[in-house]
T-cell receptor
Framework: SQQGEEDPQALSIQEGENATMNCSYK?????LQWYRQNSGRGLVHLIL?????REKHSGRLRVTLDTSKKSSSLLITASRAADTASYFC???????????FGAGTTVTVRA | NAGVTQTPKFQVLKTGQSMTLQCAQD?????MSWYRQDPGMGLRLIHY???????DQGEVPNGYNVSRSTTEDFPLRLLSAAPSQTSVYFC????????????FGQGTRLTVV
């Protein structure tokens, strides 16, 4: 069964706006990761946040993690057309390498 | 810098045929895994390996077989293809320690008719 679930399933925004998507998971984790997938391509790692971290930044990306609520959010600021993609959260359970992926959020950035 | 290479990119099989999806990585990663991606279902783990000679089952292993004779290669075998195995298959690798990112291949789109 899938560990993470993203919300919303789809998101359409105007270029320059911010995009926020959420991920909820069920069991304790070692870390949570976000990946991007452009249409017809493989997944690309964006950011990893450890269970003892609450917030992390990478360029225009901001990730938060709330282990008490078992949830994470990914914020993309000042979106661009190139940000159009599907975004997946993946969780690594305690003391395990296996990543469990959610179904993803499809983001469309309109010019 | 090739990263994770999957072949073929596209394949059509008839029901009952067998085939091997190839995956190779040149990053000396210990951990390798195979996922399948179906619409609306995200990625589901089929099999994984924590090093040469060691493999284990993931979430959806039935109908698939793997082996890991070298660090670089992790082939996925479909024993007797079924239409339910129509999917996009991704191979991934990572250093294998905790808190490491996964590197993905470009995928193999498989259709079983």
């Amino acid at each position: 069964s899938q560990q993470g679930e993203e919300d919303p399933q789809a998101l359409s925004i105007q270029e320059g706006e911010n995009a926020t998507m959420n991920c909820s998971y069920k069991t304790s984790i070692n870390n949570l990761q976000w990946y991007r997938q452009n249409s017809g391509r493989g997944l690309v790692h964006l950011i990893l946040i450890r269970s003892n971290e609450r917030e992390k930044h990478s360029g225009r990306l901001r990730v938060t993690l709330d282990t008490s609520k078992k949830s994470s959010s990914l914020l993309i600021t000042a979106s661009r057309a190139a940000d159009t993609a599907s975004y997946f959260c993946a969780t690594a359970p305690l003391n395990d390498y296996k990543l469990s992926f959610g179904a993803g959020t499809t983001v469309t950035v309109r010019a | 810098n090739a990263g994770v290479t999957q072949t073929p990119k596209f394949q059509v099989l008839k029901t009952g045929q067998s085939m091997t999806l190839q995956c190779a990585q040149d990053m000396n990663h210990e951990y390798m895994s195979w996922y399948r991606q179906d619409p609306g279902m995200g990625l589901r783990l089929i099999h994984y390996s924590v090093g040469a000679g060691i493999t284990d089952q993931g979430e959806v292993p039935n109908g698939y077989n793997v082996s890991r004779s070298t660090t670089e290669d992790f082939p996925l075998r479909l024993l007797s293809a079924a239409p339910s195995q129509t999917s996009v298959y991704f191979c991934a690798s990572s250093y294998g320690g905790l808190n490491t990112e996964a590197f993905f291949g470009q995928g193999t789109r498989l259709t079983v008719v």
